[in-house]
């Protein structure tokens, strides 16, 4: 029985869309697991409305009074159980079990435990499947939100019904409230197979719905995205169980940072493959053609825009109102979704991979320029004293004030072991530990069956010591000031790889890292960061 997870703020419509699912079941029957904050679960009251006296295929199980993925964990394990229990009881399967979170579940935990009931081959998982992720997102609240550096003591509205007064105490003194409100965004549009842009209908005009949805892309570019006003979605019910387990709902922090790499490096070969066919190609023998660039100025081309366009050619003057001439600009050069993005709304993405350490101490005031850092021993690696930076304050002011979003893997001076893993947005900016370097684990020690996937992320070359220690960081931005063939977007990404490659270490400082990172990490703090 695949199961489906439901995402997204409080508010965000999580409820008006499954009601439109259960109001289209066409006879199909569902398994409900019905999570929120408040004291009275209202949702699950809507919900047992449609299906209170009579055996109509809703069979609903409630959690109430704490978060599916937090205090409730293990009661929503066992809320699915009691649905399969029950399934089996009345002779037949679900079509579908559903589970809908609070406006503060972490998809990313829930897919976590689901991993572990496989790990621990628990009994029930050969009649579930978790197998698609849906996030729903409020249109009208997501560009305000994205970036702030707020937690959810500030924004409880996102989390709980304005009635719940026990809300405070139940929930946000168990540590929930003093997330980040972007740093769960970033996880519910990341971390989703569907993510449904509901509330469409109070942004200003079709230009700011594009925006929304391109942002959104960018951040999962593997996503299926759908727009909609009230949760209402063409046949709702084909977007149940349609990745068939085979998405995000299968996939690791790590797995997801793969796609997205791969996705941002497809598009930037779009991209350049649609720089080459727009190159001004205008070898012009002006003696056969004309010069089709309808701004080109160049006076050697033949510009004789007289729109003579024999049989059904295709007239290429933008500017051009005559009724007789064939305006079919279908664009058979097909521009991506990326290039549409980067011409449109300037957002475009790029990898910065390098195979050398960061600086702790340069790099740390880069990330200052940033956001505000979320981990006091990165802070405290910049002395006191200290008042220089990486970079000019114009070149760093001109590589970060476009940034939307940054992620992705850092290897820091200070450490051969540990793989920090970053994530920025706007205000919001997190460095943590994710783990340990392959290199740094004995090959003995490896996961069995698993060596070629481990290794993809090694150096290539053949006498590197250093594994898959890297830098490899998505950015994501919107860049201004360009001109139509994106040329701001080139010179941001010039500047923000200008700034980073000065915070790596140099061929001297590298010499040294080799050298004392045969002491141990120790060795390699207090000679990087001397203490003060």
């Known amino acids: 029985m695949p199961i489906t997870v439901l995402s997204g703020f409080l508010g965000a419509g999580k409820t008006t869309f499954l009601q439109h699912v259960l109001n289209n079941k066409e006879g199909k029957k569902f398994g409900l697991v019905v999570n929120d904050m408040a004291t009275v679960n209202v949702d699950a009251k809507q919900i047992r409305q449609q299906s209170f006296g009579s055996d109509d295929g809703i069979d609903t199980m409630e959690l109430q009074n704490g978060c599916v993925c937090c205090t409730l964990a293990e009661d929503m394990i066992a809320s699915i159980s009691k649905l399969v229990s029950l399934s089996d009881l009345k002779g037949y399967n679900y079509d579908h079990i559903i589970v809908e979170c609070s406006g503060i579940a972490e998809p990313r935990r829930i897919r976590e435990l689901f991993q572990q009931a496989e790990d621990y081959k628990m009994g029930m998982l050969q009649k579930i499947q978790l197998d698609t992720l849906i996030t729903l997102v409020d249109a009208s609240v997501f560009l305000n939100l994205f970036g702030t550096n707020e937690d959810f003591y500030a924004n409880a509205a996102l989390a709980v019904k304005t009635d719940d007064t026990n809300w405070t105490q139940s929930s946000l003194d168990d540590g929930s409230g003093q997330r980040k409100v972007t740093e769960l965004l970033l996880e519910q549009v990341e971390c989703a197979d569907i993510i449904l842009i509901n509330k469409c209908d109070l942004l200003d005009g079709e230009d700011q719905i594009k925006l929304v949805e391109k942002v959104i892309k960018s951040m999962n570019p593997t996503a299926k995205i759908v727009s909609c006003v009230r949760g209402a979605v063409p046949e709702p019910l084909t977007l149940m169980g349609q990745f068939g387990g085979e998405g995000a709902a299968s996939w690791g922090v790590l797995d997801e940072h ?161 793989a920090y893993f970053m994530s920025h947005a706007g205000q919001y900016l997190d460095l943590v530990v994710l783990g340990r370097w392959w290199a740094d684990i004995d090959r003995k020690e490896w996961p069995a069956g698993l060596e070629e996937e481990i290794t993809l992320d090694f150096d290539p070359e053949p006498n590197s010591l250093h594994g898959d220690r890297r830098q490899e960081l998505v950015f994501i931005g919107q860049f201004e000031g360009g001109d139509s063939k994106g040329s701001g977007a080139v010179n941001s990404r010039k500047a923000m790889e200008a700034v980073l490659d000065s915070c790596l270490l140099t061929d001297e400082e590298m010499l040294t890292y080799e050298k004392v990172s045969k002491k141990g990490d120790a060795a390699l703090r207090e000679y990087f960061v001397p203490p003060k």
């Open 258 to 418: 793969r796609q997205l790499i791969q996705a941002v490096q497809q598009q930037e070969k779009e991209l350049q493959a649609e720089e080459e066919s727009h190159s001004h190609d205008h070898s012009h023998n002006t003696a056969a053609e004309d010069c089709k660039d309808p701004v080109c100025t160049d006076p050697t081309h033949k510009h004789d825009h007289s729109h003579s366009h024999e049989h059904n050619e295709v007239c290429q003057d933008t500017t051009c109102t005559d009724p007789t001439h064939n305006h079919d600009h279908s664009h058979s050069h097909e521009h991506s979704e990326a290039t549409t993005a980067a011409q449109r709304f300037g957002i475009s993405s790029f990898v910065y991979k390098r195979r050398r350490p960061f600086h702790p101490i340069r790099f740390t005031k880069f990330l200052q320029g940033l956001g505000r850092l979320s981990v006091d021993g990165v802070v405290q690696m910049i002395p006191a004293s200290s008042s220089t930076s990486a970079a000019s304050s114009s070149e760093l002011n001109k590589a970060t004030k476009s940034l939307l979003r940054s992620k992705g893997f850092v290897w820091m001076a200070t450490s051969g072991a540990a």
